[in-house]
């Protein structure tokens, strides 16, 4: 791995950790301050991506940095509180993750179980429908925005779990954890704006901290993918 690559992953984690502290406020001051925060996180988490040796062989390169740019696109419109920024968002998300489903399905294991894909909708069937309810209640415009992020969100995590044995094995494991982690962070932020109707201000920086974890590692797991198993120059050169 680069300095400059490491210099640039060191400054998206200080740059997710002040975005997290400001948006788990109850100050107005400091939400508006991530204004300047907040679109700063994917820039710097892709340049990371695209400046680390590991990545330049990645299988997963492209899609990874397309899905960044929709992220990117999201955490601007969520930046808003009107309904069309919200829709914006979700919208821009929901691409972001099909250019990353995109990328694991071209790497699945063809013998994979369907077990695995098969927990993961179960999850989402159990899950979603009271906040997509709730969702409903509070804004029905919204609702199948909604429904249709989290479903592609989930597969996200259903194409995690069957990546092939040419993805190294450590890649597989950043990259399923990061799915997960995405689906616990939109789990959270399902409930803090649908489902509950006074949420507590720690919440959001819950949500912000899971979020940017989630991104860190999907690129990460995607980086890892450019280094084969049996290869040992795994810092690069």
């Known amino acids: ?56 062989r990645s299988p997963l390169r492209r899609t990874t940095l397309a899905g960044q740019a929709a992220g990117w696109v999201g955490d601007v419109a969520l930046l808003g509180d009107d309904p069309r920024h919200f829709a914006l968002g979700a919208s821009a998300f929901a691409t972001g993750h099909a250019a990353y489903i995109s990328g694991l399905l071209a790497q699945r294991d063809p013998d994979a179980s369907p077990a695995k894909p098969a927990a993961v909708a179960a999850a989402w069937a159990v899950g979603a429908p009271r906040t997509l309810l709730a969702a409903y209640r509070t804004a029905p415009a919204l609702a199948p925005v909604l429904a249709g992020y989290s479903a592609v969100l989930s597969g996200t995590a259903a194409a995690a779990t069957v990546l092939g044995p040419q993805i190294p094995a450590d890649a597989r494991r950043a990259t399923v954890a990061g799915a997960g982690l995405f689906l616990l962070s939109d789990s959270i932020l399902g409930l803090r704006k649908f489902v509950l109707a006074d949420p507590p201000a720690w919440m959001e920086g819950a949500v912000m901290a899971t979020y940017t974890g989630a991104q860190f590692l999907l690129a990460e797991g995607a980086a890892r993918a450019g280094v084969p198993d049996a290869d040992p120059s795994v810092d690069g050169a």
């Open 1 to 56: 791995m680069t300095r400059v690559s490491t210099a640039l992953k060191l400054a998206y984690a200080a740059l997710a950790a002040v975005d997290t502290a400001l948006s788990a406020s109850s100050k107005p001051a400091r939400h508006h301050a991530r204004r300047f925060t907040k679109p700063l996180l994917l820039p710097t988490l892709a340049a990371s991506f695209a400046t680390d040796p590991r990545a330049r």
